[in-house]
C-alpha cells in the first residue's frame, strides 16, 4: 500500500490540521517508508511464537480481597449533608 500527497491532504482536512504543499509531499515520504517498514514486518514468520507482555516472565501481583474499612457506617455518612440511619439523604428527583 502506498500513499500519495491528494491521501495526505484528505487525511489532514479530516483532521482538521493545516498542511502545507512542502509538507504533504515529506508526509507523503515519510509515510511510505513507514508502510514499507510494516509490509517488511508482515512477511515474517511468527508460527508458533506465542505473544508476550515481557522479556522476563512475571506472575501478576495479586491483593487479597478482604473488607478493611467496613462496619463503620457512622464514619462514612459523618461528612454527608443529611443522613438518617447511616443512609445518606438526597432530594427526590422524580416525581
Not at 38 to 63: H, I, W, Y
Not at 64 to 83: L, M, Y
Request: proline fraction near 4%; hydrophobic fraction near 40%.
Amino acid at each position: 500500500m502506498s500513499v500519495d500527497t491528494a491521501t495526505v491532504r484528505r487525511v489532514a482536512r479530516l483532521a482538521r490540521i493545516k498542511v502545507s504543499d512542502e509538507e504533504a509531499l515529506r508526509m507523503t515520504h515519510e509515510l511510505n517508508s513507514i508502510l514499507g517498514f510494516v509490509e517488511q514486518l508482515n512477511e515474517v514468520d511468527v508460527t508458533g511464537v506465542e505473544p508476550m507482555t515481557a522479556v522476563v516472565s512475571t506472575r501478576m501481583k495479586k491483593r487479597q480481597d478482604v473488607v478493611t474499612d467496613g462496619d463503620i457506617p457512622e464514619r462514612v455518612t459523618g461528612n454527608a449533608p443529611i443522613s438518617d440511619d447511616n443512609f445518606f439523604m438526597v432530594p427526590k428527583v422524580v416525581e
